[in-house]
């Protein structure tokens, strides 16, 4: 399965894990990439020191190439940028802004550029910026999203670019991996599936709650407030939305989130706290290791393209 991506990153197979705030720590980063993949770590809001611990965890874990999602809202973001270089991380990936401010510098350290982005427009100026790749990343996604769905969004953004493409939102399985390269992508991110990986050390109860969850339980946040955030329905969501529709300010609506996403991934408080997923929460319901995530999707993909071939002798 090579493509351009996997030949950039040095990796086996085109499967990307999610750079998840919280979620998303140095043992987990470490399992993806000694499974073939790259692991993310997910720097969140975290302060620097404490993305510098996580990225000597996975070093001591690992001798594969891993990245760093650096978190653009992130008031800590400066800081994490200047230790992403001290530490001599390959790959770093961006969410939710524009990372221009720090291309020069990471480019200078060698470092591989990979914004997510949620328009074909966006993808054009993160081309312009010299940035090595993107992440069309749908609205399917969990967490922090655009407008634009999976579908729709991937085949535009493949035309309207000519770096390579990556591919997340709503990819759950072997068969997701299958459409998404169908689509043009040269590889995918993954996050919810990776949330019950063995490896990931989210709260039992979070995990809990993401394998119960059904199709119509990712529901978006903050429409009105121009953070739109999907997460799981609970207490907490539905309160939000009930104030939402009922013309609430921005303040009232944003302290209900300040603190929630670490109460739900590390307190396990899932009615109250923000527990973050995709639509394709309704799929992922096993527990197996990184190792085995990684084989199965794999393996899937492959049947699954080798299944419709025939197509092409007709
Ligand atoms: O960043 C994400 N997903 C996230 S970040 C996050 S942390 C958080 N915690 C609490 C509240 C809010 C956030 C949780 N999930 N995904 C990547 C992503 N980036 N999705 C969409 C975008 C995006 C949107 C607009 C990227 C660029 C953009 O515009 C670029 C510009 O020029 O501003």
Not at 206 to 233: Q, W
């Amino acid at each position: 399965m090579k493509t351009r991506i996997t030949e950039m990153l040095g990796i086996k197979y085109p499967i990307i894990q999610g750079g998840m705030a919280w979620a998303a720590e140095g043992t987990l980063a470490a399992a993806v990439s000694n499974a073939g993949g790259l692991g993310i770590i997910g720097a969140g809001a975290a302060p620097a020191e404490a993305v510098r611990k996580m990225i000597r965890d996975a070093k001591a874990l690992t001798d594969k190439p891993f990245g760093v999602n650096v978190m653009l809202l992130s008031p800590e973001a400066d800081e994490v940028a200047d230790v992403i270089i001290e530490e001599g991380v390959k790959v770093v990936t961006t969410g939710a802004g524009n990372p221009g401010k720090y291309l020069a510098a990471w480019q200078e350290a060698g470092i591989k550029v990979i914004p997510v982005v949620a328009s074909a427009t966006n993808a054009r100026m993160m081309e312009k910026f010299g940035c090595d790749a993107v992440i069309a990343e749908g609205c399917e996604s969990g967490g922090h999203i655009g407008d634009i769905s999976t579908m729709p969004l991937v085949p535009q953004v493949v035309d309207a670019v000519g770096i390579p493409v990556i591919a997340a939102g709503g990819i759950g399985d072997g068969r997701g991996v299958a459409a998404a390269l169908m689509l043009g992508a040269e590889a995918v991110q993954m996050g919810t599936r990776f949330l019950l990986a063995d490896e990931c050390r989210v709260h039992e109860n979070y995990k809990a709650k993401v394998e119960k969850a059904k199709d119509i339980d990712a529901k978006v946040t903050g429409r009105s407030t121009g953070h739109p955030v999907r997460s799981l329905r609970n207490k907490m969501t539905n309160k939000y939305l009930k104030m939402e529709a009922e013309g609430a300010s921005f303040e009232e609506l944003e302290n209900m989130t300040v603190g929630a996403l670490r109460k739900a991934v590390v307190e396990g408080d899932v009615d109250n706290g923000t527990v973050m997923a995709g639509q394709i929460a309704g799929l992922v319901n096993k527990r197996q290791s990184c190792e085995e995530i990684i084989k199965e999707l794999v393996s899937e993909a492959k049947e699954c393209i080798r299944s419709v071939s025939c197509f092409a002798e007709v």
